[in-house]
């Protein structure tokens, strides 16, 4: 088996093979569109979780109709596929309100193309206790509402074995992971994003003797060709590999990533002692690092200045796709918060579609250029 | 030592050559479909000049947006660090380049040393590049190199308020309808190309001096009113047409590279 074209073909379609295979055996796809919704919840008892995609999307025809043309471009091409009955299979879809354009992706679809199940987190703008004993009642109630729906089990056992094996797979993620960021990387960003992407996409428990298999294979490959420059690639959405592959064909291999969609802060374990529900509000508000948070920039700054320095990267790429409000001035703060701890820093912006290639590979040439590499 | 440069862009392919240097052959053409063959035959032509054989060459460097097409290079090197490479051995106290060229614009500032410290460039759009000119200049009915002049002749320019280049073309031909002299309609345009440039250029900082390169450096009108907008002067080119400052960068990075290698 080509494991690398097997993969890309996972990403191809929503419902993908391993998806369709996992229905067949009487498994429930349930969708979800941000890293606030606990996707443990949904890997309980018969349910397993699908982060919505929309890769390979041509155009926005129809959902420009019902979203305006500054709702950004990640969240217009989930609706088109939401229109086109690409997300046909799911059988409820949660969403969180992290953003304004998230919250409009909910209330059209709720108008449109409302499925069986359908619910929206609320989810606090602060990470002190008050917002954490918030948020694990709204879990609770998202907990209540799954088991009404579905009959499936969310009690304190059956959340705590689902919390296991969710650390347990992305500890074979995050080992796999290493080998594109030690001295002498053997994976490229591009392929271990492709690995990325496809778990948070496709049914974990067929996929996991797969990444195992993988994770040790790694350690017999050679190192990669020589590269101009180990970078690190921040910012929000993106589960497309197609645009590390771009930033990787001019020289820049991305030895670390720190995005919503990808390893850091995704991958983090949830701590498996006490109250299941407790520890994912915790886990879920705390580390999932996004802009939308208040009262955090220090933090997250210095956390991929941090990130940057361990896994020795020359410079960092932020990424940001295009009327994305909240990575958008985020980002530009970064900008320099980054440059003065010594770190060269890019920041493109981007539409949710890959496009520009010509223009990427002459802005990702030049900043390796600039840093003399 | 001999080195050449090879830009190929959108529009119109680069080619210089330099001989110990000095600028020994240089030459501008339109750029064909297949970059690898606009590269050829503007190289060929260039060679030409110099009475010299791409053997000749000891280091060729690519740039511009067909620069990994081009098979006679040694090197491929990205536009930007060639136009502010370029323009450093042109006026070497240049600290903050503004590059417009067919299809896309920049603006780069580098240090003392030449090292780029910061750059940015236009986004997918044409509003800002040489392609929404040269449109313009047709819907006028003047050549590209006639628009520049059309500024200082004016009496009323016209103002473009939408950035689209295909709004423009509809706002322009109604205003040619309503009799609004070429003059008026020319200068309007190269001041909305100056505006959408200066708000590029203010994005990155600007520090003297400041040059220009690419194609529409040569058009005075948007030089001047860029010149307005920013309130700093523009360093003028001369040596040579800043069309080819970034065929120019790329030979002088070869020498560069050409330097390097002899060292080690």
Known sequence: ?373 | MITAGCDVGSLTSKAVIMKDNRIVAREVILSRIKPAESALTVMESALQQAGMTLKDINFCVGTGYGRDRITFVQEAVSEITCHARGARWLLPTVKTIIDIGGQDCKAMRIDNEGKIVKFITNDKCASGTGRFLEVMAKIIGVTLDDLGGLSARAKAPITVANACTVWVQADVIQHLNDGIAAEDIGAGINNAMASRMAVLANNIGLERDLCMTGGVAKNAGVVIALEKLLGMTIKRIKKVDPQLVGALGAALIAGDKCERRAAS
């Open chain 1, 1 to 373: 088996m080509d494991t690398d074209k097997w993969f890309s073909k996972l990403l191809d379609e929503p419902l993908n093979e391993l998806v369709q295979k996992s229905m067949d055996e009487g498994q429930i796809p349930i969708g979800y569109s941000c890293s606030y919704v606990p996707e443990v919840m949904l890997s309980v008892d018969g349910l397993f979780p699908v982060r919505m995609h929309a890769t390979g999307i041509a155009g926005t025809e129809i959902a420009d109709n019902y979203l305006s043309s500054v709702i950004c471009s990640y969240t217009r091409s989930l609706l088109e596929f939401a229109l086109d009955e690409r997300y046909d299979f799911l059988r409820g879809w949660v969403f969180a309100a992290s953003c304004d354009h998230l919250r409009r992706l909910y209330d059209n679809l709720e108008y449109l193309k409302r499925p069986g199940f359908s619910r929206i987190l609320d989810v606090p703008h602060k990470t002190g206790d008050a917002a954490i004993n918030w948020y694990t009642d709204e879990l609770k109630l998202f907990a209540k509402a799954l088991t009404d729906h579905f009959g499936v089990d969310l009690g304190a056992d059956a959340l705590a074995k689902a919390i296991r094996e969710h650390n347990a797979f992305n500890a074979v993620l995050r080992k796999i992971g290493e080998y594109r960021s030690g001295d002498k990387p053997v994976m490229t960003g591009t392929e271990y994003h492709r690995l990325v992407i496809a778990a948070g996409t496709s049914p974990k428990k067929p996929l996991l003797p797969i990444l195992k298999k993988i994770r040790n294979d790694l350690p017999k490959r050679d190192p990669l060709p020589p590269y101009r420059a180990r970078l690190l690639l921040a910012g929000g959405h993106l589960d497309d590999p197609g645009y590390i592959s771009i930033i990787e064909s001019q020289g820049g291999l991305i030895v670390a990533d720190r995005l919503c969609t990808g390893s850091y802060p995704g991958l983090l374990p949830i701590p498996e002692t006490g109250d299941p529900i407790a520890a994912l509000a915790k886990h879920y508000l705390t580390k999932t690092s996004c802009p939308r948070m208040m009262e955090a920039f220090r933090e997250r700054a210095e956390d991929i200045v941090k990130l940057a320095r361990e896994c020795r990267a020359d410079g960092v790429v932020i990424q940001i796709l295009k009327f994305c409000d909240t990575w958008g001035v985020e980002a530009a703060a970064f900008v320099s918060c980054i440059r003065e701890a010594g770190i060269p820093v890019l920041r493109l912006e981007r539409d949710y579609r890959l496009g520009g290639e010509g223009q990427l590979r002459t802005r990702i040439q030049a900043f390796i250029e600039s840093m003399g590499k």
